[in-house]
């Protein structure tokens, strides 16, 4: 069993940061790309950020200079550091990653959200 917990979240208000972290525990291989996305209400989920094993980044052109997203493969933990915050930021946000267990085979794994609000 592999499971990702996501934590960090909170109320904030606009203009500060928050650290969200995510980690995998389970029987795990190897893990390859990592990402975090976001669901407001009423809104489809969107990609923030994602970074790959060897640490190349790609982030939202709405978060870009804002997010920076980052991981440590000794920790099976993926990070999204968040600066500047606006109300518009406000959603669950989800880490998913590339996992290979016991067979080698890489499949996605989703976190269950943390809830991010930033008021005005």
């Known amino acids: 069993q592999v499971q990702l917990v996501e934590s960090g979240g909170g109320l904030v208000q606009a203009g500060g940061s928050l650290r969200l972290s995510c980690v995998a525990s389970g029987s795990i291989r190897s893990i390859s790309a990592m990402a975090w996305f976001r669901q407001a209400p009423g809104k489809q989920r969107e990609l923030v950020a994602t970074?790959?094993?060897?640490?190349?980044?790609n982030h939202a052109d709405s978060v870009q200079g804002r997010f920076t997203i980052s991981r440590d493969n000794a920790k099976n933990t993926v990070y999204l550091q968040m600066n500047s915050l606006k109300p518009e930021d406000t959603a669950v946000y989800y880490c998913?990653?590339?996992?290979?267990?016991?067979?080698?085979?890489?499949?996605?794994?989703w976190g269950q959200g943390t809830q991010v609000t930033v008021s005005s």
């Open positions: 998913k990653a590339g996992i290979a267990v016991w067979d080698g085979f890489i499949r996605d794994y």
């Open positions: 970074i790959t094993s060897d640490g190349r980044t």
